[in-house]
């Protein structure tokens, strides 16, 4: 029988999010099962998210940590759309 692991990414979509940010990012790096990469897709925030974003990505270990940021907002369904295709 086989022993591969199946693997686990979580796409996360921002926009303008810092003031709950750092919690949610917390709270994805506690989960019992840790994912093996968050994809983070950045739809042009202007609040500090993707300072945010970074220093996260610079911190993880357990977890690779990309990020994409929009150089124009796409809006939500947009954004959400090529998060899940990464």
């Known amino acids: 029988m086989s022993s ?3 693997s686990l990414s979580v796409a996360l979509c ?3 999010g ?3 940010l750092p ?7 506690r989960q ?15 609040d500090g998210t993707v300072e945010i974003l970074n220093r996260f990505a610079a911190e ?9 940021v929009n150089p124009d907002t796409l809006g939500l369904t947009k954004n ?4 899940i295709a990464a």
Request: hydrophobic letters at 45%; zero cysteines.
């Open 60 to 68: 993880a270990r357990a977890f690779t940590v990309k990020i994409r």
């Open 18 to 20: 810092s003031a709950h």
């Open 14 to 16: 921002t926009f303008n």
């Open 4 to 6: 591969s692991r199946l």
């Open 80 to 83: 959400f759309e090529q998060a």
């Open 32 to 46: 019992t099962r840790p994912m093996d990469e968050l994809i983070v897709f950045d739809d042009a925030s202007t």
């Open 23 to 29: 919690e949610q990012l917390q709270s994805l790096a």
